[in-house]
């Protein structure tokens, strides 16, 4: 949504990562005002996975930010691609 990873930016150390996951703050850039998408952002983010979900796939799938997204498409191409690599 906006451009960089939230943890281990400037980091190879799978062990500097994982510290960072678990204790920085999530940060926006200035540039991202969209509030709603922040907050999508923070829920699939959350370090515990009971709020992580909130609900399940389904809940995700049903937000308001993903209301233009093909999901029957983007299983297809998925699985097109799958298939390539397993036939190459």
Not at 37 to 62: C, D, H, T, Y
Request: net charge positive; hydrophobic share 40%; glycine share 8%.
């Amino acid at each position: 949504m906006c451009g960089y990873v939230p943890f281990g930016e400037n980091s190879d150390d799978p062990y500097e990562i994982y510290n960072e996951i678990l204790t920085k703050k999530v940060e926006f850039p200035g540039y991202m005002k969209d509030a709603e998408s922040k907050r999508l952002m923070l829920q699939l983010l959350n370090r515990m996975p009971e709020v992580r979900g909130n609900g399940g796939f389904p809940a995700i799938k049903a937000h308001q930010w993903f209301g233009s997204f093909n999901w029957v498409w983007t299983l297809f191409y998925m699985h097109v691609l799958i298939f390539r690599r397993i036939n190459c």
